[in-house]
C-alpha cells in the first residue's frame, strides 16, 4: 500500500435540510509523488459531496479532504442509518485503490397535508366523500380521523378510521354523514361538519371543513304538482256526477216496426256459391307479366362508427359530469367536472363516443365536434385539441387521443388511455382540470374516482 487514510469521524448523523460534515486524512506512504482521485460510494452519494476532488501528496505527506451532506427536506430520503464510501484511487497505481467507509444516520421529520375532497357533498339519505393525506415526511406516519357536526343532528364517520401511508405517498379515507332524520318534505338544508386529522409527531392537527347539502326526498314542485292535480281530479268527478245525458232509448218500437213489414218466411233454394276472387299471386305474376313487378329492396346504409351524443358522468362523490371549462371551444382548454349546466354554456357536457376497429375509441365535445379528449404527456391534465376530420373518422390519432372503456362490475366504464394505460379519473377540486392516473381495481377505495357512465341528462 502506498498510502494511509482515515474518517474522522467515521460515523455522523444530520437532520434533512442541513449540512454535517466529516473529515478524510490521507497519507502518501510511498516514495513518489502520487495525485489521488476521491468520490462518494453508496446510497449518499446522490446528496453528499467531497472538497477538494483531488490531492496530491509528496512522499510522506498529508493533506484532508471534507466529506459534506446535505440531504434535502423531502419524502425522497428516508430517515435511518445508510454507509457510505470514499473510493480512493492513486493516479499512478491505480491497482492499489482502496475503500474508506463510514456511517451516516439521517435524522426524522413529519409532515402532512390533508384535504376534503370535495368541500361541498350532496346526498338525500346520506353524503359521502374522501379525506386525502400525503405524507410529506421521510417516514412512515400513522393519520388519524374523527368527525364532528357543528351543531347539527346528524353523525360524520371515516372509513377507515386511520390510514399509514409512507412517505411520499398519499392515504385515503371515505367520510359517511348520516343524518338522525330523513328530510322528507321543506326545503334544500346545509349542514357544516369537520373531520380532524392528527399525526404523531407532525404539526398541530389539521381541522377540514366541509358542507352537507340535503335536498328533501319530495320536493317542493311535486308537492304543488301532486295538489293540482288533485284540485283536477276533484272538478272532474263533480262535473261527471253533475251531468245528466238524458239517453232515451227507442229500439224495441224500431224493431217491432221492421218486423211487421217483412214477409213471411218461405223455403227456396240454397244459394249458388259465389266466385272465387283470384288470388293475389295470380294477379300479380302468372299469365303473361301483367301484374306489377315487386319493388326491389335497398341495400342498408353503412353503420357509422359514431354513436350518438350522451354525458359522461363521474361515481364519485356527488356525481359530476365532464365538462369542457366554460364551453370553449379552443385547443387547450381544460376539461374539468361539473353539475349539470342546463346547456347555458353549450353543449360542452355531451360526448360523442367514436369507435374503431382496434377496440379504441376517440371522445368529441358537442361544443367543438372536431375536437377530441386529449392527455398531455408532461402533466397528465385533459384537455381537448381540434384533429384532422378524415383521422377523427379512420381513427388514426395519437394513442393520447385515443381511449378504451372498461367495463366495470356496477355497469360504469374506465376510461384507459391507450398512451399510458392509466384512467380518467375525477379528483379534482374547484376549476382544476381531471388527470389521468394509475387504475385502481374495482375493490379499491379509489376506484369511484375512476368510474363513469353514459347517460342523458339528471
Known amino acids: 500500500m502506498s498510502m494511509w487514510s482515515s ?39 446522490g446528496w453528499a459531496r ?34 457510505f464510501g470514499v473510493r480512493i484511487v492513486p493516479q499512478e497505481h491505480p491497482h492499489t485503490a482502496e475503500v474508506v467507509e463510514g456511517r451516516v444516520t439521517v435524522g426524522p421529520f413529519a409532515q402532512v397535508h390533508a384535504e376534503l375532497v370535495p368541500r361541498t357533498v350532496r346526498g338525500r339519505f346520506r353524503g359521502r366523500g374522501n379525506v386525502v393525506v400525503d405524507n410529506l415526511g421521510n417516514r412512515p406516519l400513522t393519520a388519524a380521523f374523527s368527525g364532528r357536526n357543528n351543531g347539527d343532528t346528524f353523525t360524520a364517520e371515516t372509513v377507515p378510521a386511520a390510514v399509514q401511508p409512507a412517505p411520499g405517498r398519499a392515504g385515503f379515507a371515505e367520510v359517511e354523514l348520516r343524518p338522525e332524520r330523513v328530510n322528507w318534505f321543506g326545503s334544500v338544508k346545509q349542514h357544516s361538519f369537520t373531520i380532524t ?20 326526498v319530495v320536493p317542493r314542485w311535486a308537492l304543488s304538482l301532486v295538489a293540482a292535480l288533485v284540485a283536477v281530479a276533484v272538478v272532474l268527478v263533480a262535473l261527471w256526477f253533475r251531468h245528466d245525458p238524458g239517453v232515451t232509448s227507442q229500439a224495441t218500437e224500431k224493431a217491432a216496426a221492421v218486423a211487421s213489414a217483412l214477409p213471411s218466411p218461405s223455403l ?32 342498408p346504409a353503412p353503420k357509422s362508427n359514431a354513436d350518438a351524443p350522451r354525458t359522461l358522468r363521474s361515481q364519485a362523490n356527488s356525481l359530476p359530469f365532464l365538462d369542457v371549462f366554460q364551453g370553449r371551444p379552443d385547443d387547450g382548454t381544460k376539461v374539468t367536472t361539473a353539475g349539470w349546466s342546463a346547456e347555458t354554456t353549450g353543449k360542452n357536457q355531451w360526448w360523442t363516443v367514436r369507435h374503431y376497429d382496434d377496440g379504441t375509441v376517440a371522445l368529441s365535445p358537442g361544443n367543438a365536434p372536431n375536437s377530441v379528449l386529449n392527455s398531455k ?71 369511484v374516482f375512476m368510474n363513469w357512465k353514459f347517460g342523458s341528462t339528471p
Open 7 to 45: 474518517l474522522e469521524p467515521d460515523a455522523t448523523s444530520v437532520e434533512p435540510g442541513s449540512n454535517a460534515n466529516v473529515r478524510l486524512r490521507l497519507r502518501n506512504t510511498g516514495d513518489t509523488v502520487e495525485e489521488y482521485r476521491l468520490t462518494i460510494a453508496g446510497e449518499a452519494s
Open 50 to 83: 467531497i472538497e477538494p476532488q483531488t490531492l496530491r501528496l509528496y512522499p510522506g505527506a498529508e493533506d484532508t479532504a471534507q466529506i459534506i451532506f446535505s440531504p434535502p427536506r423531502t419524502p425522497d430520503v428516508e430517515a435511518g442509518p445508510r454507509p
Open 268 to 299: 227456396s233454394a240454397a244459394p249458388s256459391p259465389s266466385p272465387q276472387a283470384p288470388s293475389p299471386s295470380a294477379s300479380a305474376g302468372g299469365g303473361g307479366g301483367g301484374g306489377q313487378p315487386a319493388p326491389s329492396k335497398k341495400a
Open 197 to 216: 386529522v392528527g399525526a404523531p409527531g407532525s404539526e398541530q392537527p389539521g381541522e377540514l371543513t366541509g358542507t352537507w347539502i340535503q335536498p328533501p
Open 377 to 447: 404527456k408532461e402533466d397528465d391534465t385533459v384537455q381537448i385539441w381540434s384533429v384532422d376530420p378524415e383521422e377523427l373518422r379512420k381513427g388514426t390519432l395519437p394513442t393520447n387521443e385515443r381511449w378504451k372503456l372498461v367495463k366495470q362490475p356496477d355497469g360504469s366504464v374506465q376510461i384507459v388511455s391507450a398512451e399510458n394505460g392509466k384512467c380518467l379519473t375525477d379528483m379534482t377540486t374547484g376549476d382544476a382540470p381531471v388527470k389521468v392516473l394509475g387504475c385502481a381495481p374495482f375493490n379499491d377505495n379509489n376506484h
